[in-house]
């Protein structure tokens, strides 16, 4: 398919002998949000590392906007355009919320623009203004999720992979991470989303690739893979309701 | 109006730094007019809070800034020492302020050369894999210094005199140990003010995430452990030069890497001020407090530690900011 932002063949990992990513390919359409599910250890986490370059992948390609990511440090796929939100909060606990969102726009590809204006319209964008002066290890667990998606805004990404942005959050803090993501999509920055809230999944979702064991088994849209029996034998358990198709904006 | 226009989003990192330069241009007029007003002892007193305090700013900017504690910073210390000294002997010719500033300057870029070939490898391990290979690398260099003749370190070596004539020593080496010490807030100041101090707290606090966020967090790493070495080292010469003849066991000595992050722990890691008030509570709390009891000064060290780890994990800085906020609010 021409004009993806991201395009991912062959990838594969093993880690001791055991592979835990075994030849998927996928592409990436810019300004669109594709989730990633499946069950634990099915290795969901382990493409953002090999795209990231925390890890070095064993076989295959990462090309990002006609660049070969490979063979790059992390710092330097960042600064491509590469934002990350991690499964697990990663504030920096005792630098306040403006710091944290400000360390990425000095860094990340926002850095020839005005790195203040970058980090305040991010901070604002993820409605953290009424906290920004607290510091992070402060913050409740909803606002550290949006945090960690300010920074990862912060760096001006033009595809922002999020790790289970709403792992452990209510049903309000889910709602305003939604909004969140959508407002991305909007803006035209490409979303990979792993998740395992199959409600949030098929709200946000304009495709979704489904994994099993390390191999792609599914993909397709939302409603093309919650219907495919081989997602609903591995990973759904039955097929989804119907209202969680309905939830879905247009 | 919008949000942003009501909030006051000001940088922690950044936000106060010129009343902090006032301050500091205030501390140094004052330290350096008081000389007039000090007896012998407390000038004496003075130049070990400078020799502290510039040694604990120096090991604050691996230890405290980027999180990198090393235990064997006294291995700069040492080595600057000894390349002043050895260089001053070999310049007879020249006048004596000469020889300190060429010692020094050859004791800093010895030690910057040196931290710079070494940096690398032992910069990719943490915490206290990181922590005891500079311990080791104290104890490598102290024993190679010692056991190679052409060092002399063992028999010692006597550093020559270069106080300019009609100068009292302890005059001259006050304001030597103050000028080290003023230069290594000044630079540790000028570092972490901007995107180095941003990078090295978000590596302190999260190095793998500050990677995500474009940060090379290798190549500041690098920065501040050379500059650290090389800081470290322009204390350590001057102090060579206060105390005429060093040996082995007069500069690599274990106590002063634990001095440095004693006075760190006090004051307030992660800071500039913090190391420096530490290094005046301890040099005050064991020259002048325990002058007298000599054998109470580990232990009440020790004790001092307990206390600060246990009650103000932030240091004496953090209980006055914790203070003032409380006040304000």
């Not at chain 1, 607290?134 to 667990?141: E, M």
């Not at chain 1, 093309?224 to 309905?246: C, H, M, T």
């Not at chain 2, 943490?126 to 104290?138: C, D, K, N, P, T």
């Amino acid at each position: 398919m021409n004009g993806s932002i991201l395009t991912v063949t062959g990838l594969s990992k093993s880690f001791r002998g055991l592979r835990v990513i075994n030849g998927i390919s996928f592409q990436l359409q810019p300004g669109t949000v594709t989730s990633i599910i499946g069950p634990n250890g099915a290795g969901k986490s382990t493409i953002f590392n090999l795209i990231t370059g925390f890890l070095r992948l064993d076989a295959g390609d990462v090309v990002f906007e006609g660049s070969s990511l490979t063979a790059l440090p992390t710092y330097k796929i960042s600064r491509l355009g590469i934002a990350r939100a991690f499964q697990i909060s990663k504030p920096f606990p005792q630098m306040t919320v403006f710091d944290n969102v400000m360390a990425a726009a000095l860094f990340g590809r926002a850095g020839e623009r005005d790195p203040t204006k970058v980090a305040t319209d991010a901070i604002e964008r993820c409605g953290l203004l009424a906290v920004a002066n607290a510091t992070a290890d402060t913050l409740t667990v909803g606002d550290q999720r949006r945090l960690e998606l300010a920074r990862a805004l912060a760096t001006r990404p033009r595809l922002l992979l999020a790790d289970e942005p709403c792992a452990g959050l209510n049903a309000t803090e889910t709602k305003d991470v939604i909004a969140v993501i959508n407002t991305l999509r909007s803006s035209g920055i490409t979303v990979l989303l792993v998740e395992h809230d199959m409600k949030t999944v098929m709200s946000v979702s304009d495709r979704v690739l489904a994994l099993e064991a390390g191999k792609l088994i599914a993909e397709g849209t939302p409603v093309d893979v919650a219907s495919d029996p081989g997602v609903i034998q591995a990973y759904l358990g039955v097929p989804l309701e119907r209202s969680y198709f309905e939830e879905r904006p247009q | 109006m919008t949000g942003l226009d009501r909030l006051d989003l000001r940088s922690k990192i950044t936000g106060n730094i010129g009343a902090w330069i006032a301050v500091g241009v205030i501390a140094l007029v004052v330290m350096a007019a008081a000389p007039a007003i000090l007896t012998p002892f407390q000038m004496r007193v003075g130049m070990s809070i400078f020799f502290s305090a510039g040694l604990a700013v120096a090991w604050g900017l691996l230890g405290g800034y980027a999180g990198y504690y090393s235990f064997g910073h006294t291995a700069f210390l040492g080595i600057g020492a000894f390349t002043g000294a050895l260089l001053s002997n070999y310049l007879h010719a020249v006048s004596p302020l000469v020889v300190f500033g060429l010692s020094i300057l050859a004791a800093v870029a010895v030690c910057g050369v040196l931290a710079a070939l070494i940096a690398y490898p032992v910069l990719r391990l943490r915490h206290s894999y990181f922590a005891i290979v500079m311990l080791g690398i104290a104890y490598v260099a102290a024993e190679v210094i010692n056991n190679f003749d052409w060092f002399q370190g063992s028999i010692g070596i006597v550093v020559p005199q270069v106080v300019p004539r009609g100068m009292r020593p302890e005059m001259f080496f006050y304001y030597a140990l103050l000028a080290a010490a003023a230069i290594c807030v000044v630079v540790t100041a000028l570092l972490v003010s901007g995107r180095v101090g941003y990078a090295l707290m978000t590596i302190r606090e999260d190095e793998d995430t500050a990677k995500m966020l474009g940060i090379a967090t290798e190549r500041y790493k690098i920065l501040a452990f050379v500059v650290s070495a090389m800081l470290t080292s322009l204390v350590g010469v001057v102090y060579a030069f206060s105390i005429g003849f060093i040996t082995t066991g007069a500069v690599f000595r274990t106590d002063f890497s634990l001095n440095m992050i004693v006075c760190s722990l006090i004051g307030g890691i992660g800071t500039i001020v913090g190391p420096v008030f530490g290094a005046i509570i301890l040099t005050v709390l064991t020259q002048v407090v325990l002058a007298d009891a000599l054998s109470f000064r580990l232990a009440t060290t020790g004790a001092l530690i307990v206390i600060i780890v246990l009650l103000a994990p932030s240091g004496v800085l953090g209980l006055v900011r914790g203070a003032a906020a409380r006040i304000r609010q």
